[in-house]
Every structure is written in C-alpha cells, then in structure tokens.
C-alpha cells in the first residue's frame, strides 16, 4: 500500500516557465514533507522540506506547499531551467519514523 | 564537508552468490540508514542505525540480507545468497538529528544474472 504517490511519472516544461511537480499521501501522522533531486548515477540529493505547522515554504526558485486536508503537497519551480532536469521524489515521514518515498517524477526542461 | 561515500559503484553476481556493500557516512551523523532502490520506484528503506544499534530493521529480509555498523560508523550491507529480484540500487543516507535532511551516497548497482 503506496502511502506517498507521485501519479504522474514525467512532466515536460519550457526553460523560463512554471514547474508544478504534485505528491499525494495518505497517513495523517505525516508531519514533516521533503523533496528530493536525482540525477543519473548520483544519489538523491535534498532540494526544500516542509513541516505540516506550514502551509508553505519558499528557498529561491523552489517553493513547496502543503495542503493537510486534502493531504496533498506541491513543489512549483520558477522559472526552470533546464539544468533542473532530474528525477524528483516526494518524501514523508511521522514522528520517530523513516523518511517513505514516492516513485518519482522525471522533470524535462527543454530550453 | 565530505559526503556519504559507498562502494563499489558496480557490482555484477550470478543469483545464488555474495555480496557485501559498504558505506561510511558524514562525520558526526549518528543516523545511518540502508534503502533499496529498484529500477522506476523509490528509495525503500530496509534498515536503520542509531550508533551501532538497528532501530527499524522490518523491512529487511533477514533470512537473505544482513547489516552490522559496528563502532557506530561504518556500515556493511550483505546479501546471502542473493536472487535475480535483488537487482536494485543500494543506497547508504545518514543524517545529524531528527527531522535534518538524509544526506545519500551514489549508490552501488547490483546486477544479479
């Protein structure tokens, strides 16, 4: 049972437009969201986090928000580049629990 | 300040055969965690450290894998005897305290034939 989906496996987007990357979850005691980089043979690398007392977190170009009743979070990248091209992960976790993974989201920025 | 390190990078067996995996974290990151990742999916952790004692181990199948931290640094990953579903790549993460971000290492490919 996937508690932290990422329905859609890839998102293609211009250089200089908005990214808009979505994760589901379904455990109410998730209280802390984090989102992931990958590139090609390196591992996952931290890109934003948020803790489930915020509706929204911002650092540079990436912003994440969260919205707990419809237990939805979004990570918006603005404006892309095309070096954000990469796998990226939503990931949750409860209080004294390991971090759960989605499945990814392969991001394309054409430019 | 140095990354997670893990080797090797590749790994070939034939199913049936060993394999150890080793990892050595950031200075001074007493978490250390194990996840496996298969081809389209995501990291999935199979064990957790504290220091030197498993935390969260469910995930593991023990009857075929098995990991030690001794000292509490270093970490080995071993699969015994291992089976063509093992072809994943293995990922070491450590971190400082709760709720700090998981620092990953590159990872080593396993490739079982």
């Known amino acids: 049972d996937q508690q932290v989906k990422q329905n859609s496996p890839s998102l293609s987007v211009q250089e200089g437009r908005i990214s808009i990357l979505n994760c589901d979850y379904t455990?109410?005691?998730?209280?802390?969201f984090l989102w992931y980089k990958k590139y090609p043979a390196e591992g996952p690398t931290f890109l934003i986090s948020?803790?489930?007392?915020?509706d929204k977190n911002e650092d540079g170009r990436f912003t994440v928000f969260l919205n707990k009743s419809a237990k939805h979070l979004s990570l918006h990248i603005v404006p892309s580049q095309p070096g954000d091209s990469a796998v990226y992960f939503c990931?949750?976790?409860?209080?004294?629990?390991?971090?759960?993974f989605g499945k990814g989201t392969t991001l394309s920025v054409s430019s | 300040e140095a990354g997670v390190a893990q080797s090797p990078r590749y790994k070939i067996i034939e199913k049936r055969q060993s394999v150890a995996f080793w990892c050595n974290p950031i200075?001074?990151?007493?978490?250390l965690y194990w996840y496996q990742q298969i081809l389209g999916q995501g990291p999935k952790l199979l064990i957790q450290?504290?220091?030197?004692?498993?935390?969260?181990d469910s995930q593991l199948p023990k009857d075929r894998f098995s990991a030690e931290r001794l000292k509490g640094v270093d970490s080995t990953l071993k699969i015994q005897p291992a089976k063509l579903e093992d072809s994943a790549v293995y990922l070491c993460?450590?971190?400082?305290?709760?709720?700090?971000?998981?620092?990953f290492g590159n990872g080593t490919r396993l490739t079982v034939t």
């Open positions: 450290f504290q220091n030197n004692g498993v935390v969260d």
């Open positions: 948020i803790s489930s007392i915020k």
């Open positions: 455990n109410s005691m998730f209280d802390y």
């Open positions: 200075s001074g990151h007493a978490t």
């Open positions: 993460a450590s971190r400082r305290s709760t709720n700090s971000p998981l620092h």
């Open positions: 990931a949750a976790k409860a209080q004294g629990t390991a971090l759960i």
